[in-house]
């Protein structure tokens, strides 16, 4: 790390010392800044490295943007906030996609989640079932844009994680937005466990695809993580 990068460090960690309630939220903050100015692209973990991790990281790929590693800042309301080293932020209800910050075009709000299949245990998730919602943006003068889910099927696959094979059970449904256009969105939930472990997701016509991966749930699942829950 330069002397600059030093500069900025020190400068953003005694200005979250001032402001942040908690010394966890602390440590999470500084992780991601540790991301940030770690040499490379920052696009994934050893196992080691994500064994001495404090809090929960996520791999995530949003359209032909370079992977990113994301930290889990926040739980509040059911809902997982994770932010990048550049503070754009996803928040994740049940896997679901329900927010995003720091983006030219936010989500900002997601209706009737309680509504969504994927709130149920992964057992329970099947073919036809289907829910309805409605989307409000940041960069759209209209809010409530109406959008329709409804799972096509569901199939055992295996999915490489971490060097390992997982066998999951993989929920592909189908998205139908307002204007007519529909979106393929993916989970793979383990299916010993019935924890996420990575999805695929559309969440509007002019937003390319994101692509998450929940590397501390694979992580805790083969005993690389010994702390914390599952998440």
């Not at 990068?5 to 602390?26: D, M, Y």
């Not at 936010?106 to 992964?122: E, H, I």
Request: charged share 20%; net charge negative.
């Amino acid at each position: 790390m330069d002397l600059m990068h030093r500069l900025i460090w020190l400068f953003v960690f005694f200005a979250l010392v001032s402001l942040a309630g908690c010394s966890s939220t602390i440590r999470t903050y500084t992780q991601t800044l540790e991301l940030a100015f770690n040499p490379g692209d920052g696009a994934s973990l050893t196992k080691t490295e994500l064994a001495a991790r404090e809090s929960d990281v996520l791999y995530a790929k949003v359209g032909a943007l370079p992977n990113a590693v994301l930290v889990l800042a926040f739980i509040e309301h059911g809902q997982h906030k994770w932010i990048s080293a550049d503070e754009a932020m996803l928040v994740l209800e049940k896997g679901r996609l329900v927010k995003t910050t720091g983006f030219d075009n936010n989500l900002l709000y997601l209706s009737d989640t309680a509504l969504d299949p994927l709130q149920q245990k992964m057992t329970k998730i099947q073919a036809g079932q289907a829910w309805q919602s409605v989307t409000d943006w940041s960069g759209n003068s209209e809010s409530g844009h109406p959008v329709s889910y409804e799972i096509l099927y569901t199939e055992v696959t295996s999915l490489d994680v971490l060097e390992q094979k997982f066998q999951t059970k993989l929920v592909t449904e189908q998205v139908t937005f307002s204007n007519g256009q529909t979106a393929i969105n993916q989970f793979w939930f383990d299916l010993n466990s019935g924890w996420l472990l990575k999805s695929r997701q559309t969440i509007a016509p002019f937003w390319p695809e994101v692509e998450l991966v929940h590397i501390s749930n694979a992580g805790r699942l083969l005993g690389v993580i010994k702390k914390g829950s599952l998440r």
